[in-house]
């Protein structure tokens, strides 16, 4: 099993930056890639960004590419989306996964969730 717990979700103006987090707990060989999702009210659920835990290889959405970087402290056992040139576009749910099997880029190929922290951006 694998715990997560994210935080660092809110309201910001377009434009602004905000830094989420993701506490992992549990069995490590459960999350070899990380990845952050988002889902925004009556939408589908949507790859925002994965990182390979050991090998720090990241990949990114095409939406926000360029703008969100993920990254992970192992010491921490903590995985982060820093999220810049916010738009209010990228209002949504913010959840945290650990990828089971199958593409990074799919919500299906992740085994374990953590709760979602809500970001908002206005304009």
């Known amino acids: 099993q694998v715990q997560l717990v994210e935080s660092g979700g809110g309201s910001v103006q377009a434009g602004d930056s905000l830094r989420l987090s993701c506490a992992a707990s549990g069995r490590t060989s459960s999350r070899n890639v990380m990845g952050w999702f988002r889902q925004a009210p009556g939408k589908e659920r949507e790859f925002v960004a994965a990182i390979n835990w050991w090998a720090g290889s990241a990949y990114y959405g095409d939406l926000v590419k360029g703008r969100f970087t993920i990254s992970r402290d192992n010491t921490k056992n903590t995985v982060y989306l820093q999220m810049n040139g916010l738009k209010p576009e990228d209002t949504a749910i913010y959840y945290c996964?650990?990828?089971?099997?199958?593409?990074?880029?799919?919500?299906?190929?992740?085994?374990?969730w953590g709760q979602g922290t809500q970001v908002t951006v206005s304009s």
């Open positions: 996964a650990a990828h089971g099997s199958g593409n990074y880029y799919v919500a299906f190929s992740y085994a374990y």
